[in-house]
């Protein structure tokens, strides 16, 4: 599946994120890169975790 802004993405690395969730936010100016926003990954707290990953650290939800 094509990754674009919006998707649902599972994160495969780094390994302290593998296995969360997170919505693709925007496509960064190097090709390939990504930025994704966490999915209630900190409890209750409001504030976001942003990751800057490569395609290949994410899988798209089908």
Do not use: H
């Amino acid at each position: 599946m094509m990754i674009q802004v919006g998707s649902l993405v599972k994160i495969l690395y780094p390994e302290y994120a593998s296995e969360f969730c997170g919505v693709v936010e925007a496509q960064e100016n190097t090709p390939g890169r990504w930025i994704i926003r966490l999915e209630d990954t900190l409890g209750d707290s409001k504030e976001a975790l942003l990751l800057s990953l490569d395609e290949s650290e994410i899988e798209v939800f089908g």
